[in-house]
């Protein structure tokens, strides 16, 4: 059963958790304690931003080093992996765990391809001059940096054929290829799509269609004894997911740039918020929230999705909700809409847990 990614989703989530939506006793003397650590973190956050002395600048280095790993932001290599998995698993029973294992290496390999050159790129227009936490401005070399990044896609690149030769799909590939061609014309030259205000819509297609059916076709299986593979049928399931995953993916991007619009606008970079501004923006991150959830319903109508994601997906909502408050009361707070990602993270990763397991529940007949 696909249910290993599951397991993993919340190891890569901002450690940041909403108040709970319980009215219990505990749940409201609980809250006193969240609401300072939050602060806290908050005021921690501005601390490592202005640099400050003492024990400060001990900090500043640890919240550097941890902005510059992008831990959470490797939910984007597990929950398109996890999600086409179980939409394979749902359809025809099918899981291979030493592949997926596998998949999962190299899928965090080629996002730590897309995190490196992401800075290094940066680097080069001056998007990241003043950017602390940029892995370039950190190890201090640009060469280091992009060696590494080119050694990551290499290594991943070896997974990802190895999984083909595993599967014998050759619609695996060429959509995993197409996927991290996305990836490349996002951000490297010549083309720098994301400069031009093209990285969200890139962004959906290459993790959502592209890279969940991908891997939901990474489950195909090979004959030894005929070399044949028995491969999957697109499905309408797989479809349908691939659009919520690609949605809550495009969510991260779109939340990232709201603290960042000043230094874009600076070297050219037109993204969707330095169009917008930040107000517009927060009425888009409230709509794109609300379309998350009115695509959820609507798929279990249609039966795309089984009702075990209709139920599980409807248990994200408060989370949703959270992001939406967030964002409208902080989206002209620098310090404090920085984190606004992180909890698009945590919805990310909870609804991609919330259909992998409704798609495994529903093969195994349970709200089927």
Avoid at 118 to 146: C, H, L, M, P
Avoid at 204 to 219: H, I, Q
Avoid at 286 to 307: D, E, K, M
Wanted: hydrophobic share 50%.
């Amino acid at each position: 059963m696909p249910l290993a990614g599951i397991a993993l989703a919340p190891l890569l989530v901002s450690p940041l958790a909403p108040p709970s939506p319980r009215g219990s006793v505990a749940a409201v003397s609980a809250e006193p304690a969240r609401r300072r650590r939050a602060l806290r973190r908050v005021r921690c956050s501005a601390a490592a931003a202005s640099g400050g002395g003492g024990d400060a600048v001990e900090l500043s280095r640890a919240t550097l080093l941890w902005r510059a790993a992008k831990l959470p932001i490797y939910s984007v290599a597990l929950v398109p992996l996890t999600v086409g998995t179980a939409a394979a698993y749902n359809h025809a029973g099918l899981f291979f765990a030493r592949r997926y294992f596998g998949l999962l290496a190299a899928a965090v390999l080629v996002i730590t391809w897309l995190n490196l050159s992401n800075d290094v790129y940066d680097s080069d227009t001056g998007a990241d001059k003043n950017k602390k936490e940029s892995v370039v401005n950190i190890v201090g070399s640009r060469a280091a940096t992009q060696y590494a990044a080119n050694v990551s896609l290499l290594l991943g690149f070896g997974g990802l054929f190895w999984a083909f030769a595993e599967a014998g799909d050759v619609r695996f590939i060429v959509l995993v290829l197409c996927a991290i061609l996305c990836g490349y014309v996002y951000q490297c030259p010549p083309f720098r799509l994301s400069y031009r205000g093209l990285g969200e819509p890139l962004c959906f297609a290459a993790f959502g269609p592209l890279a969940t059916s991908a891997f939901y076709f990474s489950n195909s299986s090979r004959s030894i004894s005929s070399r044949t593979a028995a491969l999957l049928p697109l499905s309408k399931t797989v479809i349908a997911s691939s659009i919520l995953v690609g949605l809550t993916t495009t969510l991260i991007l779109f939340c990232s740039h709201f603290h960042q619009i000043e230094g874009d606008r600076a070297v050219g970079k037109m993204s969707p918020l330095v169009r917008i501004g930040t107000k517009t923006g927060a009425t888009l991150v409230t709509v794109a929230i609300g379309t998350l959830y009115t695509l959820l319903t609507a798929f279990g109508i249609s039966r795309c999705l089984p009702p075990s994601c209709i139920v599980l997906g409807a248990l994200t909502l408060p989370l949703g909700k959270w992001v939406v408050d967030y964002v409208q009361r902080n989206h002209d707070d620098d310090t404090k809409i920085f984190m606004a990602k992180y909890y698009c993270v945590r919805l990310h990763a909870l609804f991609g847990m919330a259909l992998a397991s409704g798609l495994a529940l529903a093969r195994n007949g349970i709200l089927a």
